[in-house]
């Protein structure tokens, strides 16, 4: 079964809680900020990690004219090209037209850019050997742009919480093929099984269901999908 849900960031990854003593409480757990301003290319930029006492204020002072404002926030840096799945990041991209009357602060809510994928193999054991993997994910994060690039060459992995839950952040917003590799418990051979299940920003996709058949000449149990399109409600708001 999969079942979409809104995520609120209690994942199993605890971030570092930000110092900032005048923070909005919507940054709790996140560390590191992300700022552009462009037109065109990149004209000023600023990184904000959680121990700076201005965390979630952004200072600037722009010429009259036209910009693009990109702001991105996580829990941990955001790498470019990760090794393993990206953390839980929050965008925000905005037109900026600067004149006399701009006010002097601007405030922006910032969405979450990813989605959670989890899957749930309700009859694993500890002994059992399980791998599981999902294609055309995302390679890369354009911090800029605030925009995803490319598909990773290879399967990336998603990391076991416990002996039958599965889960990671997942960026792209599209389909995936989820490959569960195990050793079989009667022939003790190695087998796979594929899943498909859309990702989606800010919601939760459960995958629920069983590998093994309950008895030897038993049909192996299939895995159910359901989504819920309800969104979640953790805004998270950046001042500039």
Known sequence: MTEVTPIDGKNGRKAAASSATNKDASLDGLTDLYYYVGNGTVIKSGHQTSDSPDFGTFRDSLLPGDYYVYVSAAPQ????????????????????VVTAETPDTISLVLARRVGLLELNITDAQPSDSIRVTCSYEYASFDEYRIMPMGYRTTPMPITARSTTQFSEFILTVSYLTITIEYLDRVSHTFKSKNLSAKVENNNKTTITGKLYPDAPDSPQSQFNI???????????????
């Open 77 to 96: 840096p955001i790498p470019e090209h990760p090794v393993g799945a990206f953390p839980e990041i929050f965008y925000k991209g905005t037109t900026l």
């Open 226 to 240: 359901k989504v819920d399109r309800t969104w979640g409600d953790s805004p998270t708001n950046i001042n500039f």
